[in-house]
T-cell receptor
Framework: NAGVTQTPKFRVLKTGQSMTLLCAQD?????MYWYRQDPGMGLRLIHY???????AKGEVPDGYNVSRLKKQNFLLGLESAAPSQTSVYFC???????????????FGDGTRLSIL | GQSLEQPSEVTAVEGAIVQINCTYQ??????LSWYQQHDGGAPTFLSY????GLEETGRFSSFLSRSDSYGYLLLQELQMKDSASYFC?????????????FGTGTKLQVIP
């Protein structure tokens, strides 16, 4: 199984450019997440989705948009990239019923994004 | 809101035991998870505690005390490959959905 696949793995952008990061999972998970990871800051949630066609804001949503048109895909968009968005971006997925229990998140390998 | 505290760095000797603590503040608490992340890699799930007590998985154990809002990850018989960052994460209910908040991570260095 591929699990969670992120594309691209690396990207360099100029300030003001736009781009979309793609996350795909083949585990039929309901929940999908986008995080950014900066040195000393841990993982911070940008946006998440609890099912196809639904999205919600996380801890640091400004400057990002997301879409979940298909259950297996979760897209993260930067409309006008800024140097502050230089980071490593991780996508994750999990089962999610809101009923508790052990629902570990499965992470992709990350996208390393630099904004010049 | 949610907040988690864990030490930023820990150093331990190969073959020894190390404990990484995590304290948290949150509402609607469901459970505490631990993730491992090697440099340049993706976080991977290690353990989950929903109830008080100790959960053991091989060399790794995780403990939770809900009344103290405290948990720890215990690594035994340390190996060099255990050098990594370890994140605690609380799962709670926010806006009707389960949400996970990660701590800032503890960088474990295992030395010979």
């Amino acid at each position: 199984n591929a699990g969670v696949t992120q594309t691209p793995k690396f990207r360099v952008l100029k300030t003001g450019q736009s781009m979309t990061l793609l996350c795909a999972q083949d585990m039929n998970h309901e929940y999908m997440y986008w995080y950014r990871q900066d040195p000393g800051m841990g993982l911070r949630l940008i946006h998440y989705s609890v099912g196809e066609g639904t999205t919600a804001k996380g801890e640091v949503p400004d400057g990002y948009n997301v879409s979940r048109l298909k259950k297996q895909n979760f897209l993260l968009g930067l409309e006008s990239a800024a140097p502050s968005q230089t980071s490593v971006y991780f996508c994750a997925s999990s089962y999610g019923s809101g009923q508790g229990g052990n629902q570990p998140q499965h992470f992709g390998d990350g996208t390393r994004l630099s904004i010049l | 809101g949610q907040s988690l505290e864990q030490p930023s760095e820990v150093t331990a000797v190969e073959g020894a035991i190390v404990q990484i603590n995590c304290t948290y503040q949150t509402s609607g608490f469901y459970g505490l998870s631990w993730y491992q992340q090697h440099d340049g890699g993706a976080p991977t799930f290690l353990s989950y505690n929903a109830l008080d007590g100790l959960e053991e998985t091989g060399r790794f154990s995780s403990f939770l005390s809900r009344s103290d809002s405290y948990g720890y990850l215990l690594l035994q018989e340390l190996q060099m490959k255990d050098s990594a960052s370890y994140f605690c994460a609380v799962r709670d209910l926010a806006g009707g959905y389960q949400k996970v908040t990660f701590g800032t991570g503890t960088k474990l260095q295992v030395i010979p």
